[in-house]
């Protein structure tokens, strides 16, 4: 089997990789919704990757993962492994999980992910009322992650929260960083705690915290809140768009505190892994699929981090339903430090009309039920989805 064509749309905000063969199997694969943008760099790879045989996973991937790195050229790199792997498993008649070595879970744990309602405003009773949301929510998820302090629109809200002011939000990832004032590092653990207050023990609470953190102030959140048995605090240091990996400090922070520590969604390849693995410098990592170089780069990483007793819990919010089947094949080969992966919703409805092969109900009782059909075990609905392409892409259905 050779690859004869790589192509990529952008269907809502999502680039949507086909790359099709001469043997009429066809791959998918998908980007993030915030990166519209991606399109020349998935196309990029095309003619490195016509004539190599697609069920060869690993062989073809040699001829573009160098050319890879932290966005957004890993996110083309990992999108296109993740096409790949779902001709693999059609072109043998067996699912992806499988190819990776079988699946140990028959259900799939999932955070809240993609699932969300609005804060009006960023104070303890506002995230007590989300929570009750959240936790009234019908997929029932029995972890739920919210963000507070200079993750997403917390910091544009509330005056005064750090010495500084925030960056102009011009782009998505813009970053802001400082120390934080002592009312505003008061604010963030009260609503830490007023969210907590409603889950009880009955659903984990994990903090989605930056980046842009100090340490002193790292340590002192962290220590704060250790007696809430808070799931964890994620990106303190770096987070999404930052290009390193900071090990060294991330390790201060986790041996200073009992409160789990996570990090890992914007890093690529298991190179990049490796220092914050070796020296437990955090408890948690979270390798996202579609940015770390693929589905079998994630599955490295896992078993590297069990080996040296760290846990798993991989990012995918604004993955996709193409994603989420990906997220699903993966996580369930996973070793025993898995706790459960973002759950990415379609980023409009429609997404549910132009995707074959989801279960519905999707989510019940916080998990997923892992299916057995061939490659991804997902579809495009070409005649469906032709009516969101943009006019430059509208031969992408097309052999």
Not at 23 to 45: R, T
Not at 60 to 73: A, E, H, S
Not at 172 to 198: L, W
Not at 215 to 221: E, F, K, N, S, T
């Amino acid at each position: 089997m050779k690859i004869t064509d790589l192509k990529c749309a952008i269907i809502g905000n999502h680039p949507v990789i086909r790359i099709l063969t001469d043997e009429g199997i066809e791959g998918w694969g998908q980007a993030e919704s915030p990166k519209p943008y991606l399109k020349p760099f998935v196309m990029h790879f095309r003619d490195q990757l016509i004539g190599a045989d697609p069920t060869l996973v690993e062989q073809t991937m040699l001829r573009i993962r160098q050319r890879g790195g932290f966005k957004p050229y890993g996110s083309a790199v990992s999108s296109i492994e993740m096409a790949l792997w779902d001709i693999a498993g059609k072109a043998s008649g067996l699912p992806v999980h499988k190819l990776l070595g079988g699946k140990v879970r028959d259900k799939i744990t999932v955070y809240n992910g993609g699932v969300r309602f609005d804060i009006p405003e960023h104070t303890p009773e506002a995230y007590a009322e989300n929570m009750k949301q959240m936790k009234a929510a019908p997929e029932g998820f029995k972890l739920i992650k919210q963000w507070v302090g200079f993750h997403g629109e917390y910091k544009y809200n509330v005056d005064g929260m750090f010495f500084g002011q925030p960056q102009e939000p011009l782009s998505h990832g813009i970053m802001s960083r400082g120390m934080m004032t002592e009312r505003g590092f008061n604010q963030i653990v009260e609503c830490i705690i007023a969210m907590k207050e409603v889950l009880g023990d009955e659903v984990a609470l994990a903090i989605d915290c930056g980046p842009g953190w100090t340490v002193p102030d790292a340590i002192r959140l962290a220590r704060a809140v250790e007696d809430l048995h808070i799931a964890w605090l994620e990106d303190l240091i770096t987070g999404d768009y930052v290009p390193y990996v900071l090990a060294d400090v991330y390790r201060d922070i986790t041996m200073s505190t009992s409160t789990p520590i996570h990090t890992g969604e914007q890093i690529y390849l298991r190179q990049n892994f490796r220092e914050l693995i070796e020296t437990q410098a955090v408890n948690i990592v979270g390798p996202d699929p579609l940015d770390v170089g693929g589905l079998a780069e994630l599955k490295w990483i896992a078993e590297y981090a069990d080996l040296h007793g760290i846990l798993m819990a991989p990012h995918g919010m604004v993955n996709g339903l193409l994603g989420l089947a990906a997220l699903v094949q993966v996580s369930a080969t996973l070793p025993m430090n898995y706790i459960a992966h973002e759950y990415p919703i379609g980023e409009y409805d429609w997404w549910y009309d132009i995707v074959d092969g989801l279960p519905d109900p999707i989510v019940v009782d916080g998990q997923i039920d892992v299916w057995d059909r061939p490659g991804l075990g997902v579809n495009m609905i070409a005649e469906e989805a032709k009516k969101y392409l943009r006019d430059e892409d509208k031969d992408f259905f097309e052999w």
